[in-house]
């Protein structure tokens, strides 16, 4: 199957500074990404869907300006968490759809965040 | 909207029993159904998927799930649990134009010797 690569696996980053999730499809090319996030034991909310060379688009209650999204290639998307702050402290996951497979979508492995 | 229910937040199986997770979903056309499963720390591993067709699927690891439309339903066996499958297990519904995904809850699983 199609490979969804999360880079970092974790991050441990101090209160007020900004962390960058990169996430890649590695043999396909994926039109469309996703990113979640996960509370501890809780479920994964959707964040934003975004589009290779357009805006991303956010779900309701997400801050578009704290949860910077950027797709600019059909490989790589970028979840950019600016002046975190311990509560953004989660797991975060990506996942891509490819249009060869419009069906169904691949899961990175997930970032965990720390914030301190 | 489209929403997924996990009623059950944590089951304990012995290893060996039968396992069945329940899933119930609302959505206004025919869903994209799917089981993940997600090892602690790790990310989601797809079991199994249901597009149309026959609705008993089977997925691996020896996971199989039904979908009945009457029930709103898509629940995940197995005649035989292993202590490795020990994990959170989740249900998402998808929309059939793209690959947003909605998760349910999730229902971790513990497995006794």
């Known amino acids: 199957g199609a490979v969804v690569s999360q880079h970092p696996s974790w991050v441990i980053c101090k209160s007020g500074t900004s962390v960058k999730i990169e996430c890649r499809s590695l043999d396909f090319q994926a039109t469309t990404m996703f990113w979640y996030r996960q509370f501890p034991k809780q479920s994964l909310m959707l964040m934003a869907t975004?589009?290779?060379?357009?805006?991303?688009?956010?779900e309701q209650g997400v801050e578009k300006d704290k949860f910077l999204i950027n797709h600019a290639s059909l490989t790589l998307s970028t979840l950019t968490v600016t002046s975190a702050h311990p509560e953004d402290s989660s797991f975060y996951i990506c996942?891509?759809?490819?249009?060869?497979?419009?069906?169904?979508?691949?899961f990175g492995q997930g970032t965990r965040l720390t914030v301190v | 909207a489209q929403s997924v229910t996990q009623p059950d937040i944590h089951i304990t199986v012995s290893e060996g029993a039968s396992l069945e997770l329940r899933c119930n979903y609302s959505y206004g056309a025919t869903p994209y159904l799917f089981w993940y499963v997600q090892s602690p720390g790790q990310g989601l591993q797809l079991l199994l998927k249901y597009f149309s067709g026959d609705t008993l699927v089977q997925g691996i690891k020896g996971f199989e799930a039904e979908f009945k439309r009457s029930q709103s339903s898509f629940n995940l066996r197995k005649p035989s649990v292993h202590w490795s499958d020990a994990a959170e297990y989740f249900c998402a519904v998808g929309r059939r134009t793209g690959n947003q995904f909605y998760f349910g809850t999730g229902t971790s699983l513990t497995v006794i010797p």
């Open positions: 975004s589009n290779e060379g357009s805006k991303a688009t956010y």
């Open positions: 996942s891509a759809s490819s249009p060869t497979v419009n069906t169904e979508a691949f």
